[in-house]
């Protein structure tokens, strides 16, 4: 237990100015940064809450929708927009955590929240590149069963754990953030990062800068699209693979296609080459086989989590043979 | 234990082979059996409105004047010993009163480990406590801070600088089974039973399984954490604690820190669950210490990890199981053989074979446990020791075996029941487990099982159902005492020092007292979780409840002595003598004359008297010693497996008990419920990670290790053949444990049933069903 400081944030503008200060840091419902700090893994001098940003959540001229930074999570989940334009999104969010847990969580500390990896959190008996850069990496050779198959490092084998933030990866979310240099948007697909050789840097926000809002583009796939999240029990648990996925059809062929994982990687893992294999073609249980088999094909398993890449390829062509109507 | 006890007990049973039945306690059944008002009766517990309500009170709510708080910390390091320690800045920081490490910790003894030959013996670990400088497991606590308050504390903590120089330590369990030793005794009975040559028939059998099964390292997770409120009031020690073991406690405190039996009082009224994880650890003695150098009195409540690190689990075992059978079914050999982890200062067995020695009949029988040593926190007794586990292995086999031979797996355990002890031969008091299976069967609807695995499917779901035996000895604890007190109002008061950890001890030991004293529910008072009352045994080896009806029992009998002897010969029992009479409508009546009947009320106002009080200790628990007595379960699960992602889902779990009389079908339900949620997580969901590179755990957190989540647990039946054991007080058996046992293996069964692979290796999580 460090003793820490707690201001209200009564504005935007107030923010980046607060937050220039060593170990000033943002709150949002707490779940993560407070858990992390009792954990002594987060060592904040200062907490600035942030709750009182916007938490609205409204329809965008394009007929997508913006989220407020400090929209709870339980309430985009329930949002009749929500739910009848992006599915997926709200089957992501209700399959995380626990109902109390999405109650207090904001999106922006969701689209922040950090690794699950056990070496991590592990302050007093663990080396962890991410939490101390250069000290090594326990989790390679120990328990990786939630570890990264894909887009890891030497140094980092750890995934992002978040659900909300895969639909929000096939949904191609931007991300609106101010900083000491302006507002700017930012695709998902930039904002977390893999860890290369630094694993400690996470996403692509420039100190001082703030989530403001979250943009969810309009989506054709509102029909076809859904979330389908593996788990090691029924509930309150991360994922080891979850799918996200949506697709249009034209006849019997792929007119368009959006494919994320959850589970496998240090970020929301946007299935490109899968993707680029199918749309425009075969809606048939064999191509949806063949695409997950692409798109796998570059995974690393270590001991602990090598079923992930059977396990992701089961879980997405099942996922697509359903979103298609296709009988496998 | 020890040869020497081997030969005791064994002793004990030739001898008791020669005394007639009746000769011993339980020789004539209790006339309870069949006398019953309150015993039997749906009842809520007692305690229910104080918890709904929030005024039970637990150990860490008690308040104290001029408390301070305690704040562990903990050697990431496994084996070595402490370099440096600067305790300096956290002295120095606000709020702090002490700062207790080796060099100030006052010297004391070890504690005597729990056992069968010393029932004052409580300990779970004989390791030093803070003594000196080295480490001996990870997790081990190294400095306790006091403070004014809990964030100071925990604050100052993070102050205190340390190194170790670390040695390599003992962390590998497959490694250290080259060094395991072999015990002559697990618990009562002797370790290594060898009949027949079991190799040989197996060798030579038409039929034979022969297999390594493995479960996980788990760890206790009561809602209440393991806490205490402590203070030093001169010489005298007052202990408010979560514990399961009150009276044993406070004698165990005494010697340790040198007082008098009578100056140390333990009170835990109410504990928030302790599945045998709820004993005597460090924590308590490392409290007790520094508020007697603080002269303060110290509250200690442990963080989730705290619990983790310094009280142990479940052991992890590898297990051998193999069985032979003939043409007909008959088992011809029965081998259960296996490595579980137990540090030489360390208590528990781990007694995974238990189950195997009784459940059934084979001509040939090979079993022994062997002992692995590693540096850890010692594993101790967690619902269930040994069973839970063991018949996960033995009951996956026998399905294996049926599967192997093409019988129905309930039709070929019930061709190899045995009709008496089949290691002992001695007699069973009451075993229907024939019974259990075939009424669970008819009401799971085990019929629409499909024989042929992997041939019922809805969707990506493949449907599975499966069936496992459960176990469990009865036992009876020496040393349960029970004060009997009548009041001029003909109101009547039971005290004893045992606990309510959840299971429902003072609801059912008031209506037992009801019907024992021939009185309405609402004239008992039951006072407990006080050692300064008549002492009652640990409540663990789902004995409380018996060990206390016993002691009821004999006190009753001597409050009949003592109430006839009050009422002089002014009374309609004039001239009937102690066998004569018997408790009836608020008063004693005649047997053959119950028109001959004096109220309580009415004796005690003659004789002038407020109250009339005796206390009695519970007879010696020799009927289990000349009776083999088990309860015993059949388990039946059905459940669905993803064809896509082997994730299991339980649609369905019954359990059918066979545990003697049913005192209260409420408490009793939840005991089985709960026993069997906490058999899921064993199956499924539950192990400790135990990482063997460092000797570390790494998911000492809820959010890590899993328990089952509400959408994990299914509907659960339960049903009982409610048949007294005519051997034990009221008829009844223990029934807090067996309700895990079984299950694991139930779901095994099941899942080999939907999919047709085996699982040999606890949890079954999905990876395991790719
Ligand atoms: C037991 C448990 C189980 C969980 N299970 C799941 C699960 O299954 N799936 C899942 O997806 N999640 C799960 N979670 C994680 C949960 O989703 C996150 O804790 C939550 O979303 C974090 O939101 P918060 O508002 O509480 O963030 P906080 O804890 O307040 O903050 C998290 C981070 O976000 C930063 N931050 C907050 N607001 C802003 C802002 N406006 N701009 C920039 N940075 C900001 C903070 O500085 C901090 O670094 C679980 C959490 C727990 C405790
Ligand atoms: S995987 Fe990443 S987060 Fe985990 S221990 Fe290694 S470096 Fe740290």
Known sequence: ?328 | MSRVQNVVVGSVRTALGWVPAQWLPGGTPDPLIERRAAIGRQASRLDGPQKVAGEARFAAEVAMDRLVYATLVHSPVTRGRITRLDTAAAEAAPGVTLVMTHRNMPRLGTLPLIGVSDLTAVGNSSLPIMQDGEIRYNGQVVALVLADTQEQADHAAGLIELDYAAETARTRFAEAKAGARTPASILIDKNHVSIGNAERELASAPYRVDYLYRTPGQNHNAIELHALTVAWQGEQLLVHDATQMVAASAAALAKLFGLKKDDVRVLSPFVGGGFGGKGLWDHQILAIAAARLAGRPVRLALSREGVYRIIGGRSPTEQRVAIAADAQGQFTALVHTGYSVMPPYGACPEQYTMGTRSLYRARSVEIVQRHIDLDIVPNTFMRAPGEAIGTFALESAVDELAHAMGVDPIELRLRNLPERHPISGAPFSQHALGQAYRDGAGRFGWERRKAEPGTRREGEWLIGLGCATGSFPYARMPGANVRLTLHADGTATVSCSAQEMGMGTATVQVQHAADRLGLPIDAITFEMGDSALPAAPMAGGSCQTASIAGAMAAAADKLIGELLRLAGNDTPLAGLRAGEVRFADAGIAGIAAPARHETFRSILARAGRETVSVTAAGSMPLEFLKFAMHSSSAIFCALRVSGVTGEVRVDRLLGSFDCGTILNPMTAASQFRGGMIMGLGLALTEETLFDERSGRIMNATLADYHVPAHLDVPEIDVMWTGIPDPRSPLGARGIGEIGITGVAAAVANAVFNATGKRVRELPITLDKLL
């Open chain 1, 1 to 328: 237990m460090i003793p820490v400081g707690y201001v209200r944030a009564s504005s935007l503008g107030a923010i980046p100015p607060m937050l220039a200060g060593d170990g000033h840091r943002l709150l949002g419902g707490g779940t993560n940064l407070v858990d992390l700090m009792r954990k002594g893994v987060e060592r904040p001098s200062l907490l600035i809450d942030v709750t009182a940003l916007p938490a609205t959540i409204e329809e965008a001229a394009d007929g997508g929708l913006v989220i407020g930074a400090a929209a709870r999570n339980s309430a985009v989940a329930a949002h009749p927009l929500v739910r009848v334009r992006y599915p997926i999104l709200s089957r992501a969010i209700l399959s995380g955590a626990s109902a109390q847990i999405r109650n207090m969580a904001t999106v922006a500390g969701n689209l922040m929240q950090r690794t699950r990896c056990v070496y991590f959190n592990d302050v007093a008996g663990s080396r962890c590149n991410k939490r101390a850069p250069g000290s090594g990496c326990d989790a390679i050779g120990g328990f990786n069963r939630y570890h990264a198959i894909l887009g890891a490092s030497s140094a980092c084998i750890a995934t992002h754990p978040s659900d909300m933030c895969v639909a929000l990866a096939a949904l191609d979310a931007r991300i609106r953030v101010d900083g000491p240099g302006g507002a700017r948007t930012i695709p998902i697909g930039e904002f977390h990062r893999l860890p290369g050789d630094t694993p400690e840097i996470e996403t692509a926000l420039a100190p001082g800068e703030v989530i403001v809002a979250v943009e969810v583009p309009a989506s054709p796939f509102a029909g076809r699209s859904t979330y389908r999240k593996v788990r090691d029990r029924a509930s309150f648990a991360f994922a080891l693979v979850s799918v996200a996925a949506g697709l249009t059809l034209d006849k019997e062929r792929i007119a368009d296609i959006r494919i994320a994982f959850g589970g496998v990687a240090p970020k929301p893992w946007r299935a490109l080459q899968a993707e680029a294999l199918l749309r425009g073609g075969p809606a048939t249980s064999a191509a949806f086989e063949a695409a997950a088999a692409a798109e796998l094909a570059h995974a690393e398993p270590l001991a602990g989590n090598a079923f992930k890449r059977e396990l992701a390829k089961r879980s997405l062509s099942a996922i697509l043979a359903e979103l298609a109507g296709v009988s496998r």
